[in-house]
Structure formats: C-alpha cells, structure tokens
C-alpha cells in the first residue's frame, strides 16, 4: 500500500472509512492495493441525540470527498462506479451494525451505524464493522501479520481495541463482541474505568493510560522537565508531552514509557495464555512513542508468558499501517463483502 496520486479507472476501487476519536478518516483502495485518494475531517462531538447522526453526516462527506477525488482523476467520459464502502466503528458493534456499548463514545451508545450512514448514502452497498476487527484485517492481509495464521491486534489509542484471527480467519464470537480486551481487570482495585468497572487492562496501557502514569509520575516530583513544557502545573502532563520527552533522551520520561510497556507486555501474556497466536500486532498512536515501548512491552511479555523458553517464539511487532490499518481494513472488508 502506497499513499499518493496514483493512475487507476476508478474500477475495483473501494472505499474504507473508519471512525476515530479525533478523526473519521477515509481511504479509497485500488484493486492492487494501492491507497488512491485519502480524505480526513474531524469527529463530530456532542450529545446523545446529535452525535450519531452528525457521526453519519461526516462518513457521508468524506464518501462524497473522495468520490470527487476520484472522478479528478478519471476521464471526463468515465461514468462513476458505485464504489462500495467499509466503515469501521470503536466499541461494541454488533452484527447487524448497531453500537451496543462504547465506553469511550458514551454518547453513541444505541447508534443505529447501518441505518444513519446507509440513509444518507442511498443505493451504495456499505457494510458497518468493529474498527479493531478491520485494522486486524489489514494487517493480516497486507501488514505486519502477513503470512501469520494467529494474529492478536492491539490497538492503543485513547483506549485499547482488539481484532482476532484464528486459523486465518477473523473472530467475532457469538454476538460480534469478541476482542474487548481493553476491559480484561488487571486490578480489580485500581482506577475507575468509562465502563463502570475497576482496573481494566487499558486504564494503564493506552494513551489514557499513560496519561494517568505520567501524572502520577510528575506529581511525585519526577518529569520535572516535561512539567515545565507542559507549563508547571504537573495536572497538565498529557501523554504525548511525555512521548515526545522520552524520545528526545529525557530519563524520567523514559521511565514513563517503559511503565506503560510493562502494563502491554502483562497483558500481551495473558492473552498469549488464552489464544495462543504465533504473532501480536501493536496499532494505535500510542505505538507512535517508539521502540521504548515496544522493547519495554517485549520484555515484560518473554518474562511473564507461561513456558515462554519452551514454546515457539511469538513475535510483538508494531503495525505497518499505523493509523491506516482500520481504514484500510474497512476498504478490504467492502471489497470482499465482509471479514472473510
Ligand atoms: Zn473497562
């Protein structure tokens, strides 16, 4: 996969959408897998009753964006295929397409993602995914997990999201639901978490995560020197204040990150105890901190995984597309009409 303007018909190009945090980010795939056209705009926010549908609106813009970009390229003659589309949505997302939960998107909660985005794009096929289900997808095919045939993806992003492959096939369970292991408790006494429970896996190993055991840090009286970037107040230490320290040489900062890294690779063994993958894939911005992380995370993980010395090697690589792998996965899964 390629970024850029490359030459294509608009035949067998699909679109892939997925719906983040921050931003809903789109790619449109040509059918050699070669990103064609990008489109970005920001998440929507707001209450209940407004966000899905603004949500909706913003999936339709970028669809109509790249549309455009795409009928640029194209002959003037050419008529415009009904390009399918993929959307990737955080959260539990069950199989008909509806948001049942989504700690991290309380104002979602009940979102109809088939109905809201199908009615503001009539007469194009759009199939509506979990996103961590489509960025395993991604990188399965086409990334990091090429040519693995059980694959555990973490994405850390403000929380943790999780996609499965086993036997080569992506797992949904029973209800749509399998890969939440952001809310494995590692602590059933630590920090409150979005769900309602304690201690989940990704109050300590996501962003959100970080950001808590950077404060702490900074309020001990450590990450003196990030406490002043981020303007003395050590309430103010934000996570990426502390990535971007710990990658410029800071100690403290360090120190930080290989913290978070712990908490992955604890996790990374719990989960390599249940399912047993020959691969763990880490997306999501956090991975953006660096090689620190993924060492610290690595090392925790050959430490605690159960007969680690006596089983074959299982590798921690980070993800090759990034921020792209939900939506490149998205436009994967619209091109082959689903998971599999
Ligand atoms: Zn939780």
Redesign the pocket.
Known sequence: VSSGAVPHDGAGVTYGIDIGGTKVLGVALGPSDAIVAEVRLPTPTGTREIVGSHVADAVAQVVVELDGALAEDRMADAPAPPVPIGVGAPGMVDRGGRLCFA?NLPQAHGVDWTALVGDRLPGRAVLIENDANLAVLAEHRLGAAQGRRHVVMVTLGTGIGGGLVLDDRVQVGSAGFAGEI??MVVDPNGPP?????RG?W??FASGAGLGVLAREAALAGRLNAVVRMAGGDPESVRGEDVSAAAAAGDPEAQRVIEQVGWWIGFGLANLAAVLDPDCFVLGGGVVQAGSLLIDAARATFAELLEGGDRRPPVTVEPATFGERSGAIGAALAARQGGLS
């Open positions: 700690p952001g809310h978490c979005p769900c309602g429970r989940c990704e109050r």
